[in-house]
């Protein structure tokens, strides 16, 4: 009964094409907590700093692929710290929203003057903020169009249907391919069988959860001489994770 619950939660529509990272920027800590369970629930990897200090760290130590930044913050503008970002070339390209209060026009100008790519107004609801973001990315990733997935030494093609490893294609059913590519849009998160049934198969089939295992132990088999089978976990006792490796 769990699972089911947790399976409402988790509508396939909600989620993201691919993990992205979030970078949130915000020293008031209930913002942050409401954009960090709320997207992380739809599949995003969040990100926290509360201050320009914490964000510059953050951005030495990974790239996000967009900025969500307050306007207030405590040692130092988001205005500036946008203006800092877009100077320089390892993080020019990442897209911002600005998150404000402040509601006069000239504000909303001058932020995106700064090179912010958008804004939204406190207080603002997860749903304006998660449709601004996929915009935002939609407008800002190229690999939207050319259409692969892409996980360390894995490559996805949707077009073509190819499975590519260290560039050598490797040959694999469709199930196993639907398998990959739902894994892939969604690592690091653990899915029971009725789950994957939902997402991979479609609610409308009948098939027995049985059948996951099956297609799973196949999957396998496939990534093996290629030292990728380890991607696949199995969590014993509710299903199987994709992990990414590092
Ligand atoms: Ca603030």
């Known amino acids: 009964m769990e699972l089911q619950s947790d399976y409402e939660l988790q509508k396939p529509s909600n989620f ?34 509360v201050d320009g200090r914490g964000a510059t760290e953050k951005l030495a130590q990974q790239t996000p692929h967009l900025i969500l930044m307050d306007w207030m913050l405590p040692d130092v503008s988001g205005l500036e710290l946008v203006r800092r970002i877009k100077r320089d070339d390892l993080t020019r390209e990442i897209p911002i929203i600005m998150l404000t209060a402040k ?3 000239r504000d909303k100008i001058e932020g995106l003057d700064s090179g912010a ?43 073509a249907h190819h499975v590519l490893i260290d560039g050598q ?4 059913g469709p199930t196993e391919f639907r398998l990959l590519e739902f894994f892939m849009t969604h690592s690091d998160k653990v899915y029971s069988r009725a789950q994957l049934l939902d997402f991979v198969w ?31 976990q199995t969590v014993r006792g509710y299903g199987y994770r994709f992990v990414v490796e590092k």
């Open 202 to 232: 479609g609610r409308s089939k009948f098939v027995e959860e049985r059948t996951v295992d099956v297609h799973i132990l196949r999957l396998r088999k496939l990534l093996k001489p290629h030292d990728c089978h380890t991607m696949v």
């Open 169 to 172: 294609q490797i040959e694999v």
């Open 103 to 105: 509601t006069e026009e």
């Open 16 to 49: 993201p094409m691919r993990t992205y990272r979030i970078l949130i920027v915000e020293d008031e800590k209930p913002i942050r907590d409401m954009v960090y369970f709320a997207l992380g629930s739809d599949g995003y990897e969040i990100i926290e700093a």
């Open 117 to 159: 790519d958008d804004y939204i107004t406190k207080p603002f609801s997860i749903k304006e903020l998660s449709a601004r973001i996929r915009a935002v990315l939609r407008r800002s990733d190229p690999n939207e169009h050319d259409n692969k997935l892409m996980h360390g030494r894995l490559v996805l093609d949707l077009d």
